[in-house]
């Protein structure tokens, strides 16, 4: 089936600091999505992509689907403490829709006063 | 108003017995799915439904049965619970099922089996 591999595992970084994060596939995907998850909580939906080389913003993160359509990377900027959390990213492939999002590791998000 | 809600948050049985959990989702939507996350926090299709038909079926024992009583509502079934089928489990749904429709997630309910 078919996998992302998403980086870092983990981060430990200093409140106010920028963070990135990626994911890549060796399949392509036709949307890639970026998740936030919460302790106890679901999974939410931060950004969505479509288009292979589109950015898109949202507020302080900002998204990029890569142009091989096998990658994607999310940006924080100037972190604050409510941007701890897992950070999913996920992708699906068929127009159709059968199948369902295949989701990375996730990335932990600890954030240091 | 919720979205996606899902009962119970939390659910505690012994090894061999049957228990359900429900979700429901307000937003109009056609497609439903479920999700299991393991302990290493990593999430996997088991069910997709659209329309209340089964369109996704990723190797997931024969003891899980999903059912949809109505486009609104999945619920999930378990037989004879093991050990390892303890959890969260996460429904969620989509506008329709193809790869630009959006899923939200419902809040996820926890089960362990002892």
Same mark, same amino acid.
């Given at each position: 089936g078919q996998q992302l591999n998403q980086s870092p595992q983990s981060m430990f970084i200093q409140e106010g600091e920028d963070v990135s994060m990626n994911c890549t596939s060796s399949s392509i995907f036709n949307t890639w999505l970026w998740y936030k998850q919460d302790p106890g909580e679901g999974p939410v939906l931060l950004i969505a992509l479509y288009k292979a080389g589109e950015l898109t913003s949202n507020g302080r993160l900002t998204a990029q689907f890569g142009i091989t359509r096998k990658d994607s990377f999310l940006n924080i900027s100037?972190?604050?403490?409510?941007?701890?959390g897992i950070y999913f990213c996920a992708g699906q492939v068929s127009v159709g829709g059968a199948d369902g999002l295949t989701f990375g590791k996730g990335t932990h998000l600890i954030i240091q006063p | 108003d919720t979205a996606v809600s899902q009962t119970p948050k939390y659910l505690v049985t012994q090894m061999g017995n049957d228990k359900s959990i429900k979700c429901e989702q307000n *937003? /109009?939507?056609?497609t439903m799915y479920w999700y299991k996350q393991d302990s290493k926090k990593f999430l996997k299709i088991m069910f997709s439904y659209n329309n209340k038909e089964l369109i996704i079926n990723e190797t997931?024992?024969?003891?899980f049965s999903p059912k949809s009583p109505d486009k609104a509502h999945l619920n999930l079934h378990i037989n004879s619970?093991? *050990? /390892?089928?303890s959890a969260v489990y996460f429904c969620a749904s989509s506008q329709?099922?193809?790869?630009f429709y959006e899923q939200y997630f419902g809040p996820g309910t926890r089960l362990t089996v002892t």
């Open positions: 100037a972190s604050i403490p409510s941007d701890v | *937003l /109009g939507h056609d997931v024992p024969n003891r619970l093991e *050990l /390892g089928d329709g099922l193809a790869y």
